[in-house]
C-alpha cells in the first residue's frame, strides 16, 4: 500500500500519473461491471461499420479511470470531495491511455485541508481527450 | 435533422427541475470486485472483505465510482422522458462524482434524477441541446445520501 500523503507536502504544480493498457478484454471486463453493451467497444466489424477506426475506449471507464488515480493518490486518509470529466474525443483500443493529475491549488475551507487538481486522459501521442478537475482533502501531519 | 428552434419550448422549460427517474441500483459484492478489476484496482482491499475490515471498514468497500448496477428489466422500461427532444442523437458530454459516504457490497440504492437545466447552442454538429442532470443515490437501509452524480447529455 502506497504511504499515506499528507497536505502539508504538497506543492502547487506536482504532478502525477498511471499508464493503462486498453485491451479488448478490458473493455469487455468494463462493460460486465458497467451495464454498457454498445457493440461499438468490443465489436470490431459494428465499430467499423459506424465510421470508427476501431473499437473505443468507454468515456465512462476513462471517467473511473481518473477516479482510481485520485483515490490512489489520496492514499486510505484522504477523501475524494468531487471529480468531473468532460468527454471530449475518443480514444481507439489498444493502445495505452495516460491518466494524470496535476495539483492547481492548496488551500484551507472549512477546517479541511483541501487541494484541487486538473486532471485528465491523453493518448500515446500527448492528445487530450477527457479534461477534469477534482478536490481532494488530505491529512495534515 | 431536427427542426430549428428559437428557444426552448413550453415542454422543455416545463422539463426543468423535474424528476426524470428512480431506479433501484444494486451493489453486489461480486459487482464491486468487477468493477474494481475493470478500473484496475489491485489494493485488497476492493477485493478481500477481512483485509477491507482490518483496515476499518464495515464491510466489502467498492471503489469510488461504483454505485450499482440498476435492476435489469427484461421487458425494458427505465427513464421517462419529461418532454420530446426532437433531437435524436446523443452523446455523453461529461460526468461528475461527489462520494458522500462509503458503498458497500450488499447495499441497495435508490437513485433519483432530474434535469438542472436545458440550453440550445450552436455547434459544429448544428443546433444542440445541453441537457445538465443531478442523480442523488441514497441508502435504502438507512437513509443516507451516500452520492450525488452530474452529467451532461447532447443531443443533436
Do not use: C
Not at chain 1, 485520485?70 to 486510505?76: C, I, Q, R
Not at chain 2, 426524470?20 to 444494486?26: L, P, S
Not at chain 2, 475493470?38 to 477491507?52: F, I, R, S
Not at chain 2, 438542472?116 to 441541446?129: D, I, K, Y
Request: charged share 25%; glycine share 12%; proline share 4%.
Amino acid at each position: 500500500m502506497a504511504d499515506q500523503l499528507y497536505w502539508d507536502d504538497i506543492e502547487e504544480g506536482q504532478e502525477f500519473n498511471l499508464t493503462e493498457p486498453m485491451s479488448s478484454q478490458r473493455l469487455v471486463i468494463w462493460a460486465a461491471a458497467s451495464g454498457d453493451f454498445y457493440q461499438i467497444h468490443y465489436d470490431d466489424d459494428y465499430a467499423k461499420n459506424n465510421n470508427l477506426p476501431d473499437i473505443i475506449v468507454h468515456g465512462a471507464l476513462k471517467g473511473m479511470l481518473v477516479g482510481r488515480l485520485v483515490d490512489e493518490w489520496k492514499g486510505e486518509q484522504g477523501k475524494i470531495k468531487n471529480w468531473g470529466v468532460s468527454y471530449r474525443g475518443m480514444d481507439p483500443a489498444r493502445e495505452d491511455l495516460n491518466v494524470w493529475g496535476k495539483v492547481t491549488k492548496k488551500y484551507e475551507d472549512g477546517g479541511e485541508a483541501l487541494v484541487d487538481l486538473d486532471v485528465g486522459v491523453a493518448q500515446p501521442d500527448g492528445t487530450q481527450t477527457t479534461p477534469g478537475t477534482a478536490t481532494i482533502s488530505l491529512p495534515k501531519r | 435533422m431536427a427542426e430549428q428552434l428559437d428557444d426552448l419550448n413550453d415542454d422543455m422549460k416545463a422539463a426543468v427541475g423535474q424528476e426524470t427517474g428512480r431506479t433501484t441500483y444494486e451493489v453486489t459484492t461480486q459487482g464491486a470486485r468487477t468493477f474494481a478489476r475493470a478500473v484496475g484496482y489491485t489494493a485488497d482491499k476492493y477485493y478481500d472483505e477481512g483485509v477491507a475490515k482490518e483496515l476499518g471498514y464495515t464491510g466489502l468497500p467498492a471503489a469510488p465510482g461504483f454505485l450499482g448496477m440498476p435492476v435489469f428489466n427484461p421487458k425494458g422500461g427505465g427513464r421517462e422522458e419529461t418532454f420530446e427532444n426532437p433531437f435524436k442523437r446523443r452523446l455523453n458530454g461529461g460526468t461528475e462524482v461527489e462520494p458522500i459516504d462509503q458503498v458497500y457490497g450488499g447495499d441497495v440504492l435508490e437513485a433519483v434524477s432530474r434535469i438542472t437545466s436545458l440550453e440550445l447552442a450552436a455547434g459544429r454538429l448544428g443546433q444542440m441541446l445541453i441537457s445538465s442532470s443531478e442523480t442523488v443515490y441514497t441508502r435504502e437501509s438507512d437513509g443516507v445520501v451516500v452520492a450525488k452524480t452530474r452529467g451532461t447529455g447532447i443531443s443533436y
